[in-house]
């Protein structure tokens, strides 16, 4: 199975309200980040927490990690219709610069 | 920066037919990954480089597809002879040793008929 996991799979909300999605891991982890990828196109990197932060921000978006329940959230308040995308989270090995994703939150945004 | 360059963006070709994807990372990532992504099986990392040496390629599905990286500013991902199970979009990806955030390019639409 995948390191990482999201939850939901799929997400529908109004312009301006609050999308939270979820990601799990089963293993140890030096950091965790996620990534937005809209339709057609690469992913691109959002944030990275490292596994000794709890929280970090970035603009609209805020990301917590827990590590003893190997889980993390993304939050993007006051969402806009150009959120619509999926959101990936990723997770590293000890070593080297590998990164197993998850299997994304489609994000949909109604405006 | 043009960012991560992937050729061609899309290729159609049938069953049996060798394909070759290309791809050019930022200037001053040594670190090269080939993703490929389909509904089914999400994104899959196949292989991935660090300076110009293949490190891990244990998701390379079959002996079938084959990656070279001859160079710090190209490499390749080819299938011979592709199936149509290989249809997928092909990401390749590039970070600098250390840095945990990879930029990925726009991906290859591969369709085998």
Redesign the interface.
């Known amino acids: 199975s ?1 390191q990482g996991e999201e939850d939901p799979q799929a997400l529908s909300i109004q312009e301006g309200e609050n999308a939270t999605m979820n990601c799990s891991y089963k293993t140890s982890i ?2 965790l ?1 996620w990534y937005r990828q809209n339709s057609g ?5 959002l944030i ?1 927490i490292r596994s000794n932060e709890r929280e970090k921000h970035s603009g609209r978006l805020r990301v917590t990690l827990d590590t003893s329940k190997k889980s993390s959230s993304l939050l993007i308040t006051a969402s806009r219709a150009a959120d619509t995308a999926s959101y ?1 989270c990723a997770t ?1 090995e000890a070593a ?9 939150t489609r994000v949909l945004v109604k405006p | 920066d043009a960012g ?1 360059i992937q050729s061609p963006r899309h290729e159609v070709t049938e069953m049996g037919q060798e394909v070759t994807l290309r791809c050019k990372p930022i200037s001053g990532h040594n ?1 090269l ?1 080939w ?1 490929r992504q389909t509904m089914m099986r ?2 899959e ?1 196949l292989i ?1 480089f ?1 300076n110009n040496v293949p ?2 390629d244990s998701g390379m599905p079959e002996d079938r597809f084959s990656a070279k990286m001859p160079n710090a500013s190209f490499s390749t991902l080819k299938i011979q002879p592709s199936e149509p199970r290989d249809s997928a979009v092909y ?1 390749c ?1 590039s ?1 600098r ?11 290859t639409r591969l369709t085998v008929t």
């Not at chain 2, 040793?97 to 991906?107: A, D, I, L, N």
């Open positions: 995948q030096n950091n980040q196109r690469g992913l691109v990197h990275l990936f590293d080297g610069n590998k990164l197993t994703f998850g299997g994304g | 991560v670190s990954f993703y999400g994104l990392l991935y660090n490190i891990d990401f990806a970070c040793t250390g840095s945990y955030e990879q930029y990925f390019g726009p991906g």
